[in-house]
């Protein structure tokens, strides 16, 4: 899905939390929702499609270049990096210099299923920076890129380059583009119907019947 195609679903999804969209998932049968990769800051929602870097440990193989920055170079306005650090909290693979050029380069966020460091000049220059956690070290000499733009993991879900990731203050989810109609069809549904639900507790009407008269619990049943 080139950016063209992408950007009347980035209007749609900009109406739906990553709680829609979970549950959309859920319902149409996808592993989407990223558990444990949250905002490092309070930030607006982040929308794009996916550039992605694979970081491995240092070593005998040398790293041509410092992490990151590839992707970087490849990705257009409104992308956001995703990067697959296997959940590592001791090594950091973000920082200041790169949020620095990815915000010039027209990048959206960054991505991390690992740490990130410089949280605060982030904050400042408003990129938004989801990860697990934060520490102060350099990736010089612990850590490198082992590729980018390649099939990467973030938690237990698949992320490609172009897939579609959403971020907000609930976490993060990622939708195969070939996809993304049901996903957001799906999540239109269940947020719409969410909404009738609670419009009639907020008139008065007594949970239990709002259970019954909406299907609570079975409402992610095809």
């Known amino acids: 899905m080139d950016k063209?195609?992408?950007?009347?679903?980035?209007?749609?999804?900009?109406?739906?939390?990553?709680?829609?969209l979970s549950d959309?998932?859920?319902?149409?049968?996808?592993?989407?929702?990223?558990?444990?990769?949250?905002?490092?800051?309070?930030?607006?929602?982040?929308?794009?499609?996916?550039?992605?870097i694979k970081i491995t440990a240092a070593g005998m193989v040398k790293s041509k270049r410092h992490l990151g920055i590839d992707a970087i170079a490849s990705s257009e306005p409104g992308d956001v990096i995703a990067i697959d650090n296997r959940g590592d909290l001791y090594?950091?693979?973000?920082?200041?210099?790169?949020?620095?050029?990815?915000?010039?380069k027209g990048v959206l966020a960054v991505?991390?299923?690992?740490?990130?460091?410089?949280?605060?000049?982030?904050?400042?220059?408003?990129?938004?920076?989801?990860?697990?956690?934060?520490?102060?070290i350099t990736a010089r000499g612990r850590i490198m890129q082992e590729d980018f733009n390649c099939v990467i993991r973030l938690g237990d879900v698949q992320v490609r380059p172009g897939d579609i990731l959403v971020g907000d203050v609930n976490g993060l989810v990622v939708i195969p583009p070939e996809k993304v109609e049901e996903a957001i069809s799906a999540a239109e549904e269940i947020f719409e119907k969410?909404?009738?639900?609670?419009?009639?507790?907020?008139?008065?009407?007594?949970?239990?019947?709002?259970?019954?008269?909406?299907?609570?619990?079975?409402?992610?049943?095809?």
Do not use: H
């Open 194 to 222: 969410e909404e009738r639900m609670k419009a009639d507790i907020l008139k008065g009407m007594d949970i239990l019947e709002v259970d019954s008269k909406y299907n609570y619990e079975q409402m992610l049943k095809k």
């Open 24 to 52: 959309a998932l859920d319902k149409i049968g996808i592993r989407g929702a990223v558990i444990g990769i949250r905002p490092l800051f309070g930030m607006p929602k982040v929308i794009g499609r996916a550039v992605t």
């Open 111 to 136: 991505f991390i299923d690992g740490a990130a460091r410089d949280i605060d000049i982030c904050q400042e220059i408003g990129f938004p920076v989801f990860a697990r956690g934060v520490v102060p």
């Open 4 to 20: 063209e195609e992408f950007e009347p679903y980035r209007k749609r999804l900009e109406k739906l939390s990553t709680t829609n």
């Open 91 to 104: 090594n950091n693979c973000w920082g200041e210099i790169l949020s620095c050029a990815a915000k010039k």
